[in-house]
Structure formats: C-alpha cells, structure tokens
C-alpha cells in the first residue's frame, strides 16, 4: 500500500496536501483499494465556493459494489474541484478511473482554503494512518 510521507491523512481515509493556506484532497490508495473499481465521483459543480465544516460530505464515491461518502479533513471553503476524476486513467493498457490509478496525484478531489490550520494537527501522519489501516 503507497502512504507518501509529505501528507496528512484523516480516519476516513482523505488525504491532505498542504500549499500554503490551501489543501489539495483526495482519497488513499488504502481507500481506493477497499472501493474497488471506481465508476464514478459525484461532486456537485455548484460545490466550488461553498465553505463546509470538518467532518461535512462534499461528494460520493460510487464503485462497482458501493458507493461512499467523501468528506471534509479540514474546514474551509472549496476553491477547486477536480473535473477530471471521472476520467479513465491514461494507461492504454488499463480502463481504471483516475483515482484507482493515481489517488495522490490526477485522482485529487478538491482544493479548499483552510479556515482553521490547527484541524491539521488532528490529521495523521504516513506512520499513524499506517498502522490506522493494518
């Protein structure tokens, strides 16, 4: 299982990537891997620009087999959705979605402005959230 060390990862198994004020977050490869083959992620486009608090759902994953809530690592207003997580991933030999393919990198989710940077600290880090999952 890929648990890159620069992120922070939530017990629902988001990740957060910190740039400045603003976090980059999707779901772990853990997360991916659990899902299954990933159909489709329904994050509403009228979503960019709401602010959510910790915890709030900003989207749905659906698989094959079931389908997920997204939810919120940190609170803060939602400045980018990712249109492109519904996409097939670029490897001819492969029809997985984006984020079966590369969860940490073309699979992110959304960006969101943080409103309280101290939500971090709640967030674990690659050692915690691995043994979170084993």
């Known amino acids: 299982m890929n648990i890159p060390t620069d992120l922070k990862y939530s017990t629902e198994h988001e990740w957060v990537k910190l740039d400045g004020d603003v976090a980059t977050v999707g779901i772990t490869d853990y997360a ?35 389908v997920a809530d997204a939810f919120m690592p940190v609170s803060g207003e939602i400045v980018k959705i990712n249109g492109d997580v519904n996409e097939l ?14 969860p940490y990198g073309a699979g992110w989710m959304i960006k969101v402005k943080i409103s309280n940077p101290s939500e971090l600290d709640d967030l674990m880090d690659n050692e915690d959230y691995e043994d979170f999952t084993s």
Do not use: C, H
């Open 32 to 66: 991916q891997s659990q899902l299954g083959e990933i159909v489709f992620v329904d994050i509403q486009p009228d979503m960019e620009g709401e602010t959510l608090a910790k915890g709030e759902v900003f989207g749905a994953i659906e698989a094959v087999k079931t």
């Open 89 to 102: 991933s670029d490897n001819d030999s492969s029809q997985e979605s984006v984020v079966n393919a590369d």
